[in-house]
């Protein structure tokens, strides 16, 4: 099952309990011998280029013949809240 510590444990040892985790393992935590939560690394968030190369390699993205990722970007209007507000009536 993994590294398990009770709840007084838990407490008394948190500063192991981090480590442990912090070297990639998650730790459960019991109260009364029953397992009631986990603690686990974060995962790092992956960049828009990692997700685009998965994408890219399952077949639901299919990479430019030109080899460009540009995106056009929407330019700002000043006074956009404002308008909305009034076609609304507030």
Do not use: C, N, W
């Not at 398990?4 to 444990?9: G, H, L, P, Q, T």
């Not at 939560?37 to 992956?46: K, S, T």
């Not at 960049?47 to 639901?60: A, C, N, P």
């Amino acid at each position: 099952m993994g590294i398990e510590y009770s709840s007084y444990e838990a407490k008394a040892k948190f500063s192991e309990v981090l480590r442990v985790v912090r070297e990639g393992k998650t730790v459960t935590l019991l109260y009364r011998g029953e397992p009631v939560a986990e603690i686990h690394p974060i995962q790092q968030p992956e960049t828009i280029d990692d997700r685009l190369k998965e994408l890219e390699q399952r077949g639901v993205l299919v990479p430019s013949k030109t080899g460009k990722r540009h995106i056009p970007t929407v330019e700002a209007r000043p006074g956009a809240l404002q308008r909305f507000l009034a076609e609304r009536g507030e």
